[in-house]
């Protein structure tokens, strides 16, 4: 059984840490947010210690480390531009870091990263579960066995309704979150990436506050790709239906089924992890240098077949 901490335990993504914990036979320790709201604990680890302060929290976990009761891992659920410290925060007590995508916003910090993991000897590793799905398994294995098949057509669209709140949250702020291709886009790049090859030419169509669109040449795949948080941008037939979200991904025209099987990805994440497979700074850091890069590309107004299809020809590169 290893011994847990965790950071950010009233974020969103906090549930599927804690379930994870738990279902692979481990402990929480201790937590800490700096907001209380997080009854979501006593459903998973009601005994755990809990802090508000990041100072009460670290001299807590040295003091658990001095008695010889020191925690193995440090989960990290906390907005995007804290998570570089937060990383280091575990690193100094002397445990390996599990932390969200995106690790960090900015590729520099994966280099410093592995400066320290060679001066603690602990190990930083990162959540990047569209790796670990069946149906993406499947189809890497597909397109490995195949190398010489050509280049293929992808067209990546994902659109996540998101109300008022979010712009005014951290994940609205460009600083913060690192943008929509950091935010909500980081782990489909880097799926694309692991299943197509490095990316050989990029361009952006549009960057707003609610819509990223544009395309990338990689290695074994042209990909048009749409990113959004705006309702307006669920196709009108599941609008009827009442769904506020919608994400696709074809190829040579034929939609890459992996709608199912997401439930307990972070699961075998974790699994991955403690049993020193998990997802490393290496694995990570193309996509954290495709995003870091796009965040700061000059628009160009796409030819024709470069254009997403959900990027309407009357919409003008918009950029804020």
């Known amino acids: 059984m290893k011994r847990f901490a965790l950071i950010g335990a009233a ?11 738990k279902d ?11 907001f209380d709201s997080v009854g979501i604990m006593d459903s998973h680890f009601p005994d755990a210690e809990f802090f508000t302060h990041p100072e009460q929290f670290e001299s807590h976990l040295h ?6 009761r020191g925690v193995d891992m440090i989960s990290i659920c906390s907005p995007n531009h804290l998570h570089d410290s937060h990383i280091r925060l575990a690193l100094r007590a002397g445990a390996d870091a599990l932390c969200e995508k995106p690790l960090v916003l900015h590729p520099q910090d994966i280099h410093n990263l592995k400066a320290i993991e060679a001066e603690t000897g602990r190990r930083v590793w990162t959540i990047l579960q569209l790796r670990t799905h069946t149906a993406l398994l499947k189809l890497k294995k597909e397109l490995d066995a195949q190398p010489n098949s050509g280049i293929k057509d992808v067209d990546l669209s994902y659109v996540t309704s998101r109300g008022v709140w979010y712009q005014r949250s951290w994940k609205g702020r460009l600083e913060q979150s690192g943008g929509l291709a950091s935010n909500i886009g980081v782990h489909f790049f880097d799926m694309l990436t692991w ?14 506050d609610m819509v990223t669109a544009g395309f990338l040449q990689l290695e074994r795949a042209r990909v048009r790709w749409f990113l959004s948080v705006n309702m307006a941008d669920v196709p009108q037939e599941l609008r009827a239906r009442g769904q506020r979200t919608y994400r696709s991904i074809t190829m040579d025209g034929q939609e890459i089924e992996f709608s199912e099987g997401f439930t307990d990805l972070h ?16 694995d990570t850091l193309g996509a954290i240098e495709t995003v870091a890069r796009l965040r700061t590309l ?9 254009r997403h299809p959900l990027l309407p020809d009357a919409r003008r ?3 804020v």
């Open 63 to 68: 003091d658990l480390r001095r008695a010889g």
């Open 11 to 21: 974020g969103y993504i906090a549930p599927r840490h804690l379930k994870a914990i």
């Open 298 to 306: 000059p628009l160009v107004t796409p030819e024709a077949t470069r």
């Open 267 to 282: 699961n075998i994440v974790y699994q991955r992890t403690l049993a020193g497979n998990g997802f490393s700074l290496d």
């Open 317 to 319: 590169p918009v950029d």
């Open 195 to 208: 299943l197509f090859g490095d990316v050989q030419h990029a361009e952006v169509h549009e960057r707003s």
């Open 24 to 34: 692979t036979g481990n402990t929480l320790v201790a937590a800490f947010d700096p």
